[in-house]
């Protein structure tokens, strides 16, 4: 309820920033707290760090990512608006 509220008045009073209650949109770290946080995380690997990917999985990684590329897999590619939308 706290967050609704704030998203409102942020929304009425200041509707040409784009800001989400609760959120760190827009937030500013100072170059102390970055550097802590990169120090903090050192030494984390990927969950796959050091294991075997099998041939067969590679090409369906390839393919999927392939399939995603492209202006077709857009959901409104190909879909016209009206002149009235348009305008608008």
Avoid: C, F
């Amino acid at each position: 309820m706290i967050l609704d509220r704030e998203q409102y008045y942020i929304d009425s009073l200041a509707p040409k920033y784009p800001k989400i209650a609760g959120s760190p949109l827009g937030l500013v770290r100072s170059l102390e707290t970055r550097k802590l946080m990169s120090e903090a995380k050192k030494g984390e690997n990927p969950p796959l760090y050091g294991k075997e990917v099998s041939e067969s999985t590679k090409a369906l990684i390839n393919l999927a990512v392939k399939k995603k590329k492209g202006r077709g897999n857009h959901p409104l590619y190909g879909t016209y608006r009206s002149l009235e939308t348009r305008e608008n």
